[in-house]
């Protein structure tokens, strides 16, 4: 069973920096995509960004430019580095974990919180 563990958030000022990372274990998929979203109290959850094994990596027009994100294959882990914060980007973001497989799983992370004040 996969897990995701995230960490990394919490309460910044507007223009602030964070860094969430998420770690995913138990899982044997070598070729996979990871990505992070965001839920904003309600709204839907939205992609932020994704990122697949080769590096290759893709991200929502609201984030481009401001949000990063990185893997480390040989720790199975994702980053998001998320510079100039602005209060919109407040929101629970989740860690999703899509090994390629058939037929598709799909896992998740217990979510971690961002919150940016003005």
């Known amino acids: 069973q996969v897990q995701l563990v995230e960490s990394g958030g919490g309460l910044v000022q507007a223009g602030g920096s964070l860094r969430l990372s998420c770690a995913a274990s138990?899982?044997?998929?070598?070729?996979?995509?990871m990505a992070w979203y965001r839920q904003a109290p309600g709204k839907q959850r939205k992609l932020v960004a994704s990122?697949?094994?080769?590096?290759?990596?893709a991200y929502a027009d609201s984030v481009k430019g401001r949000f990063t994100i990185s893997r480390d294959n040989a720790k199975n882990t994702i980053y998001l580095q998320m510079n100039s914060l602005k209060p919109e980007d407040t929101a629970v973001y989740y860690c999703?974990?899509?090994?390629?497989?058939?037929?598709?799983?799909?896992?998740w992370g217990q979510g971690t919180q961002v919150t940016v004040s003005s």
């Open positions: 999703n974990f899509v090994p390629i497989t058939i037929p598709r799983q799909e896992y």
């Open positions: 990122i697949i094994t080769s590096g290759t990596s």
């Open positions: 138990g899982s044997s998929f070598s070729r996979n995509v």
